[in-house]
């Protein structure tokens, strides 16, 4: 028996902003050889359906399609097309304890040509308290297709904790969170005969927050540290095993210009930008980008 009531049990999300990136390819930051453009600008647009059925006050399930879509000016061999279908199931053991599972299925289309497919399954019990916060403990299993090279072919799991304290009386919160993760690849021989896979273990650690400035202008942020220690990648002549560090840091400008506007919902500006450093003892993958991105969001 449905439980849905009037009003909407479905949303659909538009976001169309333009970007600037000045390291589109992630060359390398000492690059053995001169290299082509780096830079370049661009467009980005997603489309985002969802659709909701509760069956009660405890069980739902939630159905959504999105698709994301970066254009670039002159490197488009780098254009990506990414379509995801997924599913959600819900359980509410009362209105501070929940769990949920959600799956999804992505297509990935790269520089015209069909990239890659990914199974992903993702559930997780999620607890709010009315002092301490939002508790979230997860599993996640991925499974990779990789159409343009069998070796990058694997299964990669893993689990995390994410907490975030809720400051009281305002929008404001920080949080932290942990996730350790495993990836199998399948491998390939080498034009040299030698074999090379890519499995690794990675270890991720984030902060995050937001907090509401004058104007209502809400301004967020995360830095996300991640360790990727590879199991069998020489990084060298000498044989030395690969390990990568990741710095990345996200800060987010939002202002909602209408709450409404004819048949649409929270017209709001944003603003992004994205700096990313991977710190490698294998050069080629040992570099430096930013993205900066503004446009505009709005709900149906």
């Known amino acids: 028996m449905s439980v849905n009531k009037a009003g909407k049990n479905w949303k659909l999300q538009l976001k169309t902003q333009f970007l600037h990136d000045d390291n589109v390819a992630q060359n390398p930051d000492t690059p053995p050889v001169v290299t082509s453009q780096e830079s370049d600008s661009g467009f980005n647009g997603n489309l985002g359906f969802n659709y909701t059925h509760k069956f009660n006050n405890k069980i739902s399930l939630a159905a959504d399609y999105d698709i994301d879509a970066t254009v670039y000016g002159d490197l488009s061999q780098f254009d990506l097309i990414a379509q995801m279908w997924g599913l959600k199931p819900k359980y509410k053991f009362n209105e501070s304890m929940f769990v949920d599972m959600q799956y999804f299925y992505m297509w990935n289309i790269a520089g015209g040509n069909s990239f890659s497919g990914v199974n992903y399954i993702n559930p997780s019990f ?64 080498l034009a040299s005969g030698a074999f090379r896979d890519f499995d690794r273990m990675i270890h991720d650690f984030k902060v995050l927050g937001r907090v509401m400035l004058p104007e209502d202008i809400q301004l967020s942020g995360e830095y996300k540290f991640s360790y990727r220690e590879y199991d069998n990648f020489a990084a060298n002549a000498a044989a030395t095993q690969r390990d990568d560090k990741q710095h990345n840091f996200r800060f987010r400008l939002r202002k909602v210009l209408f709450e409404t506007l004819g048949c649409l919902d929270n017209v709001t500006m944003r603003l992004d930008y994205l700096h990313q450093n991977n710190e490698s003892n294998f050069l080629l993958r040992d570099y430096h980008s930013n993205r900066f991105m503004g446009g505009l969001e709005a709900r149906f």
């Open 126 to 189: 999620n607890h709010l308290h009315k002092t301490f916060g939002l508790t979230r403990v997860h599993y996640f299993y991925k499974n990779t297709d990789n159409f343009q090279n069998q070796a990058r072919d694997g299964d990669q799991h893993g689990g995390g904790i994410t907490h975030i304290y809720l400051i009281p009386n305002s929008k404001n919160y920080v949080g932290v969170g942990y996730q350790v993760s495993d990836e199998d690849t399948d491998g390939g021989i």
